[in-house]
């Protein structure tokens, strides 16, 4: 599985973005997807966290009721809404696909990794 991860940019605080990630592979439906992030400095963490149908879930505190992962299995692409951005929130953001059809929040449980996309958030 291959992953293009775009949408990054430079926004505002109190902005929004929406990353997408593509896919290639005729099975991509069958991928728990995660969005994960790296600030400078600091370690890889997880953002968000979505299963292979998207009935579930999960969030970092930190984005909890400001961001929206999403997956259009149709398009082979996942999504990450992010509203009200902060200066916080700037990082590379990463997409990456796990062999498990679950929801998984573990980095070591995902497999195959896009290159990243950079988000800035400025004051």
């Known amino acids: 599985v291959q992953l293009q991860a775009s949408g990054g940019g430079l926004v505002q605080a109190g902005g929004s973005l929406r990353l997408s990630c593509a896919a290639s592979g005729r099975t991509f439906i069958t991928y728990g997807l995660g969005w994960f992030r790296q600030a400078p400095g600091k370690e890889r963490e997880l953002v968000a966290a979505i299963n292979y149908n998207a009935a579930m879930t999960n969030y970092a505190d930190a984005v909890k009721g400001r961001f929206t992962i999403s997956r259009d299995n149709t398009k082979n692409t996942a999504y990450l809404r992010m509203n009200s951005l902060k200066p916080e929130d700037t990082a590379v953001y990463y997409c990456?696909?796990?062999?498990?059809?679950?929801?998984?929040?573990?980095?070591?449980?995902?497999?195959?990794w896009g290159q990243g996309t950079q988000v800035t958030v400025s004051s």
């Open positions: 990456a696909a796990s062999n498990s059809a679950r929801m998984l929040t573990a980095q070591g449980a995902y497999r195959y």
